[in-house]
């Protein structure tokens, strides 16, 4: 009795032995099982051409429409003149002194009133900087060809804003004492001056923008009419 119970467990062991086997074969089988696919990501760009609009130049991230009706449309991308203020010095009085008025401010709208200001874009993605300069296409003159001889207008105390980073976009003070030269206004280095940019004239005080100044000498032949110039704004990518 004592042998047939033994034998009958090694038979039991066997058994055992063979079913461990199987299934560890059959686990391995499925550990090995697997596939390999490949696919692709792509993406194509294209210059950005639309037109950028106005923002606050104290607020970078709002959208401002101005007031005034003669400001044109700014310039298409990807290299842009959003916007530029038209200088109102508004109605002043004759004087037989040497004698600087100041711009009144920009007005956008519910009551929001901002000093005059240039706006650019750069969404070139090239990164090689980029320089905007201006140019007074000659003294104020009347309609009848009368002007101001000798006075001179003054763009100083630019501030520059951005959702950028603006620490290599810089903003030079501009004192225009002939109408044959370019001034430089708003310089961003190589590697920087990628997005939208606002250079804002100065503060308002007392309802002026006093960092946008026109001085006129005394002993002019001034008359009761309104003297006008043209600036010419120009941003090229050689800083």
Do not use: H
Request: hydrophobic share 35%.
């Amino acid at each position: 009795m004592i042998l047939n119970i033994r034998f009958k467990s090694i038979a039991i062991a066997g058994i055992i032995g063979v079913a461990s086997l199987a299934l560890t074969t059959g686990v391995g089988a499925q550990e090995d099982a697997g596939a390999e696919y490949e696919s692709k990501a792509n993406v194509t760009f294209e210059l950005n051409e639309d037109v950028t609009n106005p923002v606050d130049p104290e607020d970078p991230d709002k959208e401002l429409q101005p007031d005034d009706p003669n400001v044109d449309e700014g310039t298409q991308g990807p290299l842009s003149i959003d916007y530029v203020s038209n200088l109102d010095f508004g109605d002043v009085k004759i004087s037989g002194n040497d004698k600087v008025y100041y711009a009144n401010p920009v007005t956008f709208g519910e009551g929001i009133e901002r000093a005059p200001y240039v706006q650019v874009t750069d969404n070139r993605g090239t990164k090689t900087g980029w320089e905007l300069t201006v140019q007074q296409e000659g003294q104020f003159t009347a309609e009848d060809g009368s002007s101001l001889e000798g006075a001179r207008l003054s763009l100083t105390n630019g501030a520059v804003n951005s959702k950028s980073n603006t620490d290599n976009v810089t903003s030079e003070d501009v004192v225009i004492d002939n109408f044959t030269d370019s001034y430089t206004v708003l310089t961003a280095a190589e590697d920087n001056g990628a997005g939208t940019f606002t250079n804002m004239f100065g503060e308002i005080v007392d309802g002026k923008a006093t960092s946008v100044s026109l001085e006129v000498p005394k002993d002019l032949k001034i008359k009761e009419t309104e003297y006008t110039t043209k600036l010419t704004w120009t941003l090229t990518d050689t800083p």
